[in-house]
């Protein structure tokens, strides 16, 4: 069945960096957009980054610009996300999500925590 | 651009209509979408396009709205409707797709 499995979150120290990853199956992976959105404990959806069917197109939220990176494989039906110096605020769980006009596929999720 | 979302809370009764708004600071076309969110559990989609269900939501749930001005009425709550609500806008370009603060839907 059509799927997006998260994967690489953990506690990591203010500064230091982490990559997510975001596995898919079950849908034609390469004809998508992809998103990463994440949220805070106990707060709203934040929209991360978007990068496009071929990875030719790729934003950020002002809030990670300059430090996270988002890419993806094709070849492997892979998502990732390359979080630099990394904040307190930055903890939250992080979702990737399929879909361009409404993400329409949302995996289960994977933890973040920016902690000393 | 800034999405709004009114009322923070809300409290309805099973059974009665639910109104819940969003407000964009400026037009986002019908670019908008509404999500559906329970604890602990991943966002779903409910609305595209302002006024379209994504597949296999029930029909009690609809759209309306375009520009500024967007609407998501549930005709008639069930149980496993209360819960909290997001709108979402994908018009902006660089893309932003700005999340409204949600919508607590609550049982009175």
């Known amino acids: 069945q059509v799927q997006l499995v998260e994967s690489g979150g953990g506690v990591v120290q203010p500064g230091r960096s982490l990559r997510l990853s975001c596995a898919a199956s079950?849908?034609?992976?390469?004809?998508?957009?992809m998103h990463w959105v994440r949220q805070a404990p106990g707060k709203g959806l934040e929209w991360v980054a978007v990068i496009w069917y071929d990875g030719g197109n790729k934003d950020y939220a002002d809030s990670v610009k300059g430090r996270f990176t988002i890419s993806r494989d094709n070849s492997k039906n892979t998502l990732s996300l390359q979080m630099n110096s990394l904040r307190t605020a930055d903890t939250a769980v992080y979702y990737c999500?399929?879909?361009?006009?409404?993400?329409?596929?949302w995996g289960q999720g994977t933890t973040v925590t920016v902690s000393s | 651009i800034v999405m709004t979302q009114s009322p923070a809370t809300l409290s309805v009764s099973p059974g009665e209509r639910a109104t819940l708004s969003c407000r964009a600071s400026q037009s986002v076309s019908g670019n908008l979408a509404w999500y559906q969110q329970k604890p602990g559990q991943a966002p779903r989609l409910l609305i595209y396009?302002?006024?379209t269900r994504a597949t296999g939501i029930p029909v009690r749930f609809s759209g309306s709205g375009s520009g500024t001005e967007f609407t998501l009425t549930i005709s008639s709550l069930q149980s496993e409707d209360f819960a909290v609500y997001y709108c979402?806008?994908?018009?902006?370009?660089?893309?932003?797709?700005?999340f409204g603060q949600g919508t607590k839907l609550e049982i009175k």
């Open positions: 079950g849908f034609s992976f390469s004809s998508y957009g």
């Open positions: 396009g302002a006024s």
């Open positions: 999500a399929s879909g361009m006009s409404g993400m329409d596929v």
């Open positions: 979402q806008q994908y018009n902006s370009w660089p893309p932003m797709y700005t």
